[in-house]
């Protein structure tokens, strides 16, 4: 039953992750408990953990101590969360639902949020740069490093601001493919790589990785494109069919419907192939590559 | 002349920061070029450079070389820098005017001010985990660490959301020194420790430094709530009397300002007796604590 070894792995990862999640941000007493609340808001309870998901299954390849990674895949989520509490603010995309609840700044403020995402993103690194991550420095070095990277003006920050300049400019499919690589793919690329990384994996397999994620990053985005055009809020949990009234370029109004839905089966497959040097280890990852495509929400 | 001495090493200091930045930060011609030219109005050409200053004076105490404590003053600034501009959000403090320019959500939008201090963030981190910054993995490490202590939800982030409670919450001299003991002092404290970190400091010096920039950091903050009161806004290059007008909390108000002036001049005092384990070449650090609260801007 290859969908239910999937499922029951990927729920695990969400289970594994909610958990450390909550014992990172432990319910506060203090004057300033309105800040961690809003933290807790921002990652507990919600989301399909698939950037963590990833960063299991990639150190998994390496068979990499679940404790260690896991560390990782909370950062890795950390950072996700805080990426949504921003781009959710009035003076980015002013969305009020996210995961089926109400956003941070609708629960608390804007200046709640604001702040909520700053302190999530600076947990990111502190929790990466901790000994108990690895044992090895130059490990540690390298996670913060490439996160940093991966999360920064030329990564997702940058691709959040070509996001907003989309509302405004007009941008052919090269143009949309690099903003989706900086705003989705890098975390995402960033997610399998840190497996690799933790891993000690050698050049080759690194670099595998990356390009597995990089083409799996983008069928997943052209299928959350699709979604915003045919899902239903209800199942999707945020607000969908606000690409089209912004006027803006996504794979599916550049492409249309069929053709994108096509490209990111052909993606889901190319993702794939860049699973075949590790063998029967990478089957999970193969089954990946099927849910970004066919999953509702 | 020590007045001489100790405004020269600070104009270099300033000289040197600036010029990091610059090429850190080099003008970008490409579609989120937006993004980077508000990073770098949030960076240049203002200022102070306290916090390099103190990183780089306080390495030197322990030889470190130069061009690698520069790129610890550097980070620091651009967190410091990243938060003055969420500070200055409308949703937060909603400031206009910083070191004598409209603040980067007035000359840009909000949310170009929202990912551009995301992006600054996120860049000094990344700056710490480059092997540029010490050839010791380990070093490296406690750098990013320790930022991220400082910088978080336990530092800087909870003593900026305190601060906003301020504005409601009734706070005795004891929550305001805690306040500002997270909101600025954690990150002058960090400046001093992060010499100490680049120069293998033993625990004990390195203590001594943490201390000398916590009665720094609060002297210096007393000196800030009387500046508010008393400045004119054309010296502080940033609106004056903003605290009264909103009924914040600050040492001057609670203590009025003579005993409010006492008492930094006994904090600047007492930060002075720390550095007596570095004897002469401390003599510039003993200068700053009298800069801090003799300043007029």
Redesign the interface.
């Known amino acids: 039953m290859p969908e239910n070894r999937f499922q029951n792995a990927l729920d695990r990862a969400a289970a594994d992750v909610e958990k450390a999640l909550g014992k990172l941000l432990p319910e506060s007493h203090a ?2 408990a ?3 609340d809003a ?1 807790r808001h921002a990652v507990l309870g919600g989301g399909k953990r698939l950037r963590p998901f990833i960063v299991l299954e990639c150190a998994e390849l390496f068979n990499v101590a679940r404790d260690r990674s896991l560390r990782v895949a909370v950062a890795v989520e950390l950072v996700h969360c ?1 990426s949504l509490v ?1 781009d959710d ?1 009035p ?2 995309d002013d969305d009020d639902t996210r995961r089926g609840k109400p956003t941070v700044h609708v629960v608390y ?4 949020a ?2 909520a ?3 999530l ?3 990111a ?2 929790l ?4 108990e991550t690895s044992a090895d ?2 490990v ?2 390298e996670l ?2 490439a ?3 991966a ?3 030329r990564g997702m ?2 691709g ?3 996001d ?2 989309a509302e405004t ?1 007009a941008m052919d499919e090269t ?1 949309t493919v690099r903003l989706q690589r900086m705003k989705t793919g890098a975390i995402i690329a960033y997610s399998a790589e840190a497996g690799a990384i933790l891993g000690h994996a050698d050049r080759s397999r690194r670099q595998a990785l990356r390009n597995f994620a990089h083409d799996l990053g983008l069928a997943f985005q052209i299928a959350d494109d699709l979604l915003d055009l045919e899902g239903s809020a209800a199942r999707a949990g945020k607000a969908v069919g606000k690409d089209a009234g912004r006027g803006k370029a996504t794979f599916v109004s550049l492409l249309g419907p069929d053709v994108a839905r096509e490209r990111a089966k052909i993606l889901a497959e190319q993702a794939k192939t860049h699973l075949a040097p590790f063998g029967k280890k990478g089957e999970i990852l193969l089954d990946l590559c099927e849910f970004v495509i066919k999953r509702d929400r």
Chains 1, 2 share one sequence.
């Open positions: 004057l300033e309105r800040l961690f933290m805080y921003h603010l003076c980015m403020d804007e200046a709640t604001v702040l995402g700053d302190a993103l600076t947990m690194f502190e990466l740069a901790d000994e420095p130059l540690r070095m913060v490093k996160l940093a990277k999360a920064g003006s920050v940058g959040q601001i070509l907003l300049l400019t143009a």
